[in-house]
Nanobody
């Protein structure tokens, strides 16, 4: 079992930046993948960014503005999502995602609101 704990959401003005963090309860990245999804009101959950050892993917809508990265410390992984040049359409609940050995795990979600 893997627990994912997110932090870093909040309210930011258009053009601003936020960094989301997702702390996993164990090492995932060496044998699996981590990523971020988001869900806006009335819309389906969509992929924002995903990273494995070989491939990093971004949604077209965030390319050049968002960056995903992974750190390893004390036998645990933390995934980060650096979000720059935020737009009102980036407003959503952001969910951390991990998959490993055929299993999928989700965080509880963190709200990001971009508004003046």
């Amino acid at each position: 079992q893997v627990q994912l704990e997110e932090s870093g959401g909040g309210l930011v003005q258009p053009g601003g930046s936020l960094r989301l963090s997702c702390a996993a309860s164990r090492i995932i990245f060496s044998i699996g993948a981590m990523g971020w999804y988001r869900q806006a009101p009335g819309k389906e959950r969509e992929l924002v960014a995903d990273i494995t050892r070989d491939i990093t993917k971004y949604a077209d809508s965030v390319k050049g503005r968002f960056t995903i990265s992974i750190s390893t410390d004390n036998a645990k992984n933390t995934a980060y999502l650096q979000m720059n040049s935020l737009k009102p359409e980036d407003t959503a609940v952001y969910y951390c995602h991990a998959r490993m050995l055929g299993n999928v795990y989700w965080g509880q979600g963190t709200q990001v609101t971009v508004s003046s």
